[in-house]
Each structure stands twice: as structure tokens, then as C-alpha cells.
């Protein structure tokens, strides 16, 4: 006998056959210690952990266990096996445990509803890039050229943020590399325009500028970017193209700082002598473009359309007007300029030249379908050049034409007459962006009453 195990053998006689066999009964002492998880699990009760620690197990998917544990339930004439969503066992034994307890309480079906988090229903995806811009040029309302302008800015930004560089052929509209360029941008969603990613890309942008004036410049154009994509969603925008697709929430672009919409005019260029190197060197609708731009202050697009019908010649005035082609950019924009002699001169031979022509510029047929950005003129890509030749370094040096006109005004009449003569509803930005103009002299050592003299 082992003293230890506390074993012993005695025979046990068959009732019914009165044969004797023998077999082996073990006695152990009481309280047995139970030492092993298997042995605790073997006498702990199902509301015991322990006892479910021996239950859940991976299941085998395709020949691969997985790496969840799963518990095999039984009830209501159901059984299913339900993942624990944990690879721990001490916790997939918890949860086990707790939902065997519910199984119990309320039935299987009412306790697994209770027990599966419900899945949060997934939100539908906001709309791409391409999206967006087909519907808003279906609603919008704003003028032709400025939804291009929203258009090219939006596209820009979302490039920057999604790191995608655009070199080459990819600035020619018709290459390949162009349309797959924009294929991709389009593809685009429009979650990529949340304010962190664009604020970073802004300041990546900045940071690359080589010096501080480039930076000014880079803080300058990205806030244009930003400023002029986000005219996509504001209010009145937002709400209808909500009603067509689906659009972040909060919008995008919404709220990022973008500083001033103006940048005051400066400039080193000598209008007289520029002039005068004007009808030295040009000819024909370039030279008429140049002097219609710096003499009357018109924008490119005005001069672009400007129709003979609207050059009174006798009355030396250029008019700005709706015409059948064309619509002005405000209400403001509608307005009549004095031309000077020599100007008058120039457009009285042109127009004998071409006694039948409808506009002063010649060009496209405008009845003919063309990007909203796309001028009629063929003489803009060639005063351009010439104008940058000259000391322009702006992106739109035509422009600056119409800005060195509006200081001369300034010059000689005032701030109220160049805000006429440009056309602008607010003085502030004539004064702001417009004219340049120098502060009084202050010369203290001057006689009394001479301080101002120059």
C-alpha cells in the first residue's frame, strides 16, 4: 500500500454472475489541492473564469487557426461559435463567462444582440473632387470665368496636399500627362481638404521659398488658393450642391486664416517710357490691346470684347456695357473712359482697315464654345512676353497695365477718379492694390511755410 496516495485494492464480487473481480479504488484526502488550471477548470462551476479559460479556443478557417477566441454556445436549439474579438485568454474567458450568464437570463438571440457592439452603420463616402466641380457648374451662378478660376485653385491645392508634382507637358491641357494629371486629382475625395492637411501643405509650400521675399510671395499665392477654392462652399453653394452629393463634415477650407485678398501695387516701371517704347516697337492688335489697356484702365477681358459699337471716337470714350457677348464683372464695372488724341488716332485707322469688324481686337468668333479662362485674342501672348521683357516680373503683367493706369488717375485727379476710371465698387481697394502714391515730405529743415515744396 502507498501511505501517500492513500490507495487501496479490494475485491468486488458480480451480483449476478458471483464471480470476483478486481478493481483498483482510489481514496484520496479531503481537501485535494488543486494545482493546475486544467484541474481547477475540471471542478470550477460555469459562473468561474477559470472554467472558461479551458473553453475558448481559436477556430480553424481554411486550415488557419484564427488569431480571436471563440466560444461554442448551445441553446434554444442553436449553436453557433462567437468570437471574443481578443486573443487574450483571460479576457475572451471573461467575456465568455458574461454572455453564458446573459445565454441564461434572456436567451441566446436576446443576449448576442446585446453583445455584439452594433456595427456603426459606415458613413457613405464624400463626394470626389470631379464630383463636385460637375455639379457646381450645373448650379452655379457665379460668372463663367471666376468658377474656372475656383476650378484651377481647387485643383491646385488638392495636388499640393496629395504631393503630386506637376512639370512639363502636364501645364498643355491636351497631353496625356495633363488628363492623367487631372484624372487623378479629380478621383480624388473631398476628405483630403481637412485643415490639418492643407495647413500643412501651406507651410511646406512657404518653407520651400529660397529667401524671404519668395516667401512672402509663397505665403501669398497659397492664401489665394486656398481663398479662391474655398468658393466652392460658402453658404449659399454649400447648400446646393449638398442636396446633390455628399460633402465633409465641417467643410472643407471653411475657417483657415487667408489674410487679405489685396496686395498693394508697387512698381519701378516708367509709364512714359514704357509708352513710348510701346509704339516704337508694336504693331497692329498688340500695340491697340497695350494702348486701350493703359489708356482707358480696362481689364483684359473688357478689351478682349470690346466691341466698335462701345468706341464713341468723335466723343473720344471707351464704354463698358452688356453686349451680347460679354457682361461685365459688377454693376460698378460699367463705365465710360476718356481716351486720349493719339489713342483716337490709332483706333480711327484700324477701324478703316477693317470698316466690318464687330470688335476693336480681332479674334475668335465669341459665338464659338471655349474654356471660360480662354481669351479670343491671339495679341495677349504676344504682349505678355513683351510687357515681362520690359521689367514685369507679375504673373499677369496685362493686368499691371491696368494698375499703372489707375495711379496716373490717382496722380493727377485723385483717389475718387481712379476708383471711376478703374470701375471698382470700393475706394478701398483702388487705395489698397490699385495706385501707388508717396506719402507727404516731411522737411524739417525747410523755411516755415515751405515744408511741402519738394
Known amino acids: 500500500m502507498n501511505a501517500n496516495s492513500y490507495e487501496a485494492e479490494k475485491p468486488v464480487e458480480k451480483q449476478k454472475s458471483g464471480a470476483q473481480v478486481v478493481h483498483t479504488s482510489a481514496v484520496h484526502r479531503f481537501p485535494v489541492e488543486l494545482s493546475t488550471p486544467e484541474a481547477r477548470a475540471e471542478r470550477a462551476a460555469k459562473s468561474s473564469v477559470d472554467y472558461w479559460k479551458k473553453i475558448v479556443a481559436p477556430r480553424v478557417i481554411r486550415g488557419k487557426p484564427t488569431a480571436e477566441l471563440y466560444v461554442r454556445l448551445r441553446k434554444d436549439g442553436r449553436d453557433l461559435s ?4 481578443t486573443a487574450n485568454k483571460a479576457t475572451a474567458a471573461t467575456k465568455a463567462r458574461d454572455l453564458w450568464v446573459k445565454v441564461e437570463g434572456i436567451g441566446l438571440a436576446a443576449a448576442l444582440a446585446e453583445f455584439r457592439p452594433k456595427s456603426a452603420p459606415r458613413p457613405a463616402r464624400s463626394a470626389t473632387v470631379g464630383e463636385l466641380l460637375a455639379e457646381a457648374k450645373a448650379i452655379s451662378t457665379v460668372r463663367a470665368s471666376t ?5 484651377i485653385r481647387l485643383r491646385r491645392l ?10 512639363g507637358s502636364v501645364f498643355y491641357h491636351k497631353s496625356a500627362e495633363a488628363k492623367a494629371w487631372r484624372a487623378k486629382v479629380d478621383g480624388a475625395s473631398l476628405d483630403v ?11 511646406a509650400y512657404i518653407a520651400a521659398a529660397p529667401d524671404e521675399v519668395a516667401r512672402i510671395s509663397a505665403r501669398n499665392t497659397s492664401s489665394a488658393v486656398i481663398r479662391n477654392a474655398r468658393g466652392f462652399f460658402t453658404k449659399s453653394m454649400a447648400k446646393a450642391l449638398s442636396e446633390k452629393i455628399r460633402l465633409p463634415d465641417p467643410l472643407p477650407l471653411v475657417g483657415l486664416p487667408t489674410g487679405s485678398a489685396t496686395r498693394r501695387f508697387k512698381s519701378t516701371i516708367d509709364p512714359r517710357q514704357l509708352y513710348a517704347a510701346a509704339l516704337a516697337e508694336l504693331s497692329g492688335d498688340v500695340l491697340t490691346a497695350f494702348l486701350i489697356c493703359i489708356t482707358a484702365g480696362l481689364r483684359k477681358g473688357e478689351a478682349d470684347m470690346l466691341p466698335w459699337a462701345n468706341v464713341d471716337l468723335d466723343g473720344a ?6 453686349t451680347k457677348w460679354f ?22 485707322a484700324c477701324r478703316a482697315k477693317a470698316p466690318a469688324a464687330e470688335f476693336v481686337l480681332s479674334g475668335l468668333d465669341p459665338a464659338k464654345a471655349r474654356d471660360a479662362k480662354k481669351y479670343r485674342c491671339p495679341c495677349w501672348k504676344l504682349l505678355a512676353p513683351w510687357l515681362r521683357a520690359k521689367g514685369f516680373v507679375t504673373p499677369n ?11 496716373l488717375v490717382n496722380a493727377l485727379a485723385g483717389l475718387e477718379a481712379a476708383r471711376r476710371h478703374l470701375g471698382h465698387r470700393n475706394i478701398s481697394t483702388t487705395a489698397a492694390s490699385y495706385v501707388t502714391g508717396s506719402a507727404a515730405l516731411v522737411n524739417l529743415a525747410a ?8
Request: aromatic fraction near 2%.
Open 158 to 167: 488638392v495636388a499640393g496636399v496629395l504631393g503630386m508634382s506637376a512639370e
Open 317 to 322: 470714350l471707351a464704354t463698358v456695357a452688356p
Open 327 to 348: 457682361l461685365p464683372k459688377t454693376e460698378e464695372s460699367q463705365r465710360s473712359t476718356p481716351i486720349p488724341p493719339d489713342v483716337v488716332a490709332h483706333l480711327r
Open 193 to 203: 481638404l481637412a485643415a490639418a492637411k492643407v495647413e500643412s501643405w501651406r507651410k
Open 447 to 454: 523755411p516755415v511755410g515751405t515744408e511741402g515744396a519738394k
Open 147 to 151: 468658377l474656372a478660376e475656383y476650378e
Open 82 to 85: 462567437v468570437c471574443l474579438n
Open 397 to 407: 503683367p496685362i493686368h499691371e497695365l491696368r494698375k499703372l493706369s489707375g495711379s
